[in-house]
């Protein structure tokens, strides 16, 4: 059954949903996104090896990507925020 066939609360459900997630990213905009950090700090390397058990090193990794996603130049439209802060969140998961 499809959005159009299901009763009028399913679909009214959906809207609201949607205008919600509209809403927060819109409350959103209007938050820093640099969290307090000067552009001259230096971002954090990932160095891969075996000296390291495996939590630290998905530590190590997940510091760079936020690291990344706090760096990417906002403007406060939210689907180019978005965009730019996804770049450094996805080159996370590719090898170097």
Known sequence: MTLINRPLY???LGTFAV???????ALGQAMPHHHGQSAAAKPPVFI????KP?????DDAMAVM???M??????GVAEHDF????????QGGVPR
Do not use: C, E, Q
């Not at 205008?19 to 990213?25: F, H, M, P, V």
């Not at 891969?48 to 000296?51: F, G």
């Not at 965009?83 to 996805?90: A, D, E, Q």
């Open 10 to 12: 399913y679909r009214r």
């Open 19 to 25: 205008a919600a997630l509209i809403g927060a990213s």
């Open 48 to 51: 891969a090896s075996t000296a």
């Open 54 to 58: 495996f939590a630290a090193l998905m």
């Open 66 to 68: 936020d690291d990344g």
């Open 70 to 75: 706090k760096r990417a130049p906002m403007n």
């Open 83 to 90: 965009v730019t802060m996804m770049i450094p969140h996805h």
